[in-house]
Nanobody, 119 residues
Framework: QVQLVESGGGLVQAGGSLRLSCAVSGRTFSIYSVGWFRQAPGKEREFVAA????????TYADSVKGRFTSSRDNANNTVYLQMNSLKPEDTAVYYC????????????WGQGTQVTVSS
């Protein structure tokens, strides 16, 4: 199995930036991608971004495209989500999750980190 731990959340003003980290451990050789998701109170969890574990290619939700960037530190098994030009609607608990090769779903999840963007 895979363990993921998010960090880096906090309170920022609109227009500011945060960088979230996702430390990945365990059976990392089976990982196809690491995704970022967020959930605001009263809303469903939504996809934010994903990065292929080995190749590094990324994909983003339209709502964050051009503002958020996901990257990976190969040496430290850490995935990052750089969030720029933050908006109040970005306020949510952010989760990272891992998807194995051959799986259609993200089966391993971190505990989440709160991001609050004030106006």
């Amino acid at each position: 199995q895979v363990q993921l731990v998010e960090s880096g959340g906090g309170l920022v003003q609109a227009g500011g930036s945060l960088r979230l980290s996702c430390a990945v451990s365990g059976r990392t050789f089976s990982i196809y991608s690491v995704g970022w998701f967020r959930q605001a109170p009263g809303k469903e969890r939504e996809f934010v971004a994903a990065i292929r574990w080995s190749g590094g290619s990324t994909t983003y939700a339209d709502s964050v495209k051009g503002r958020f960037t996901s990257s990976r530190d190969n040496a430290n098994n850490t995935v990052y989500l750089q969030m720029n030009s933050l908006k109040p609607e970005d306020t949510a608990v952010y989760y990272c999750a891992a998807r194995y090769w051959g799986r259609a779903t993200y089966d391993f999840w971190g505990q989440g980190t709160q991001v609050t963007v004030s106006s």
